[in-house]
């Protein structure tokens, strides 16, 4: 890889201001990137994030939106337009997990689920292509996971909608080709830094054959791989979890 390979683009990343999408963030920005960071309730996060980036010598933006509301999406969009005239990098990150058990589940908790989880992601690549399109090239990496691969009784409703991401990203690949390509990234337990190896963690460490977890940098090296080279990929699922899911 070359000092700065992703010099003179431009990356928007959904959720970009804590874990997983701020390591996604910095690590496109130190590649060369000029990178915004989509947020809705982490101000103080995307704003730390975008110091970071700046500080690396690239044009860093903050932007808030509610990425599950498209009207929000197309003004997001039409800032970046308006900001930096092109986008060659989308990274879908932004995502919602919590648990409900099978009866318990509302439609409430559906709608929240496959708001962000899904439609999100689809209005947020429909418009980053129709920019992407105008200028010949670019790039759309989904962040979907295991969960997308396998089923979790207790997370049903996420299961389902990262399954549906997954063919989202299948079917973008195949109607945006061959100018733009669609890739996504499964990533299986990741652990943070403010988080503790409990009972639970260590249990699917002793299931995972490399007997270890991952951290938000596995999961930004294998964006800035997908991002810098990987031409030839889309429409694949990059799986990065440890062995996890071997059957």
Same mark, same amino acid.
């Not at 970046?80 to 990098?89: A, H, N, Q, S």
């Not at 999100?120 to 429909?126: I, L, M």
């Given at each position: 890889?070359?000092?700065?390979?992703?010099?003179?683009?431009? %990356?928007?990343?959904t959720?970009?201001?804590?874990? &997983?999408?701020?390591?996604?963030?910095?690590?496109?920005?130190?590649?060369?990137?000029?990178?915004?960071?989509?947020?809705?309730?982490?101000r103080?996060?995307?704003?730390?994030?975008?110091?970071? #980036?700046? %500080?690396l010598?690239?044009?860093?933006?903050?932007i808030? %939106?509610?990425?599950?509301?498209?009207r929000?999406?197309?003004? #997001?969009?039409?800032t970046?337009?308006?900001?930096?005239?092109?986008?060659?990098?989308l990274?879908?990150?932004?995502?919602?997990f919590?648990r409900?058990?099978?009866?318990? $589940?509302?439609?409430?908790?559906?709608?929240?689920?496959?708001?962000?989880?899904?439609k999100?992601?689809?209005?947020?690549?429909?418009a980053? %292509?129709? #920019? #992407?399109?105008r200028?010949?090239?670019?790039? @759309?990496?989904?962040?979907?996971?295991?969960?997308?691969?396998?089923a979790?009784?207790?997370?049903m409703?996420?299961?389902?909608?990262?399954?549906?991401?997954?063919?989202?990203?299948?079917?973008?690949?195949?109607?945006?080709?061959?100018?733009v390509?669609?890739?996504?990234?499964?990533?299986?337990?990741?652990?943070?830094?403010?988080?503790?190896?409990?009972?639970?963690?260590?249990? &699917? @460490?002793?299931s995972?054959p $490399? $007997?270890?977890?991952?951290?938000a940098?596995?999961?930004?090296?294998?964006?800035?791989?997908?991002a810098?080279?990987?031409?030839?990929?889309t429409?694949?699922?990059?799986?990065?979890?440890?062995?996890?899911? &071997?059957?």
């Open positions: 890889m070359s000092v700065a390979p992703l010099q003179n683009q431009v %990356a928007l990343v959720g970009g201001g804590k874990r &997983i999408g701020r390591a996604i963030a910095v690590a496109l920005a130190r590649a060369g990137a000029d990178v915004v960071v989509n947020y809705h309730e982490s103080a996060g995307a704003q730390a994030t975008v110091r970071e #980036m700046a %500080a010598g690239v044009r860093a933006l903050a808030r %939106a509610d990425v599950a509301r498209p929000q999406v197309e003004a #997001m969009f039409r970046v337009e308006k900001r930096f005239g092109r986008l060659d990098l990274v879908n990150n932004a995502g919602a919590f409900v058990t099978w009866d318990q $589940l509302t439609e409430k908790d559906w709608d929240r689920m496959l708001g962000i989880n899904l999100a992601p689809f209005f947020c690549a429909q980053a %292509a129709r #920019m #992407m399109l200028q010949g090239r670019g790039n @759309i990496i989904n962040i979907s996971s295991l969960g997308g691969l396998q979790w009784p207790g997370y409703h996420y299961c389902a909608s990262k399954a549906a991401l997954i063919s989202l990203t299948r079917s973008l690949a195949k109607a945006l080709a061959p100018r390509r669609v890739n996504s990234i499964a990533p299986g337990t990741i652990l943070f830094p403010d988080e503790k190896r409990d009972a639970t963690l260590r249990r &699917i @460490i002793r995972t $490399l $007997l270890t977890v991952g951290g940098r596995d999961i930004a090296d294998m964006v800035l791989y997908l810098t080279q990987g031409e030839f990929i429409g694949q699922v990059m799986v990065v979890d440890g062995g996890k899911s &071997i059957p």
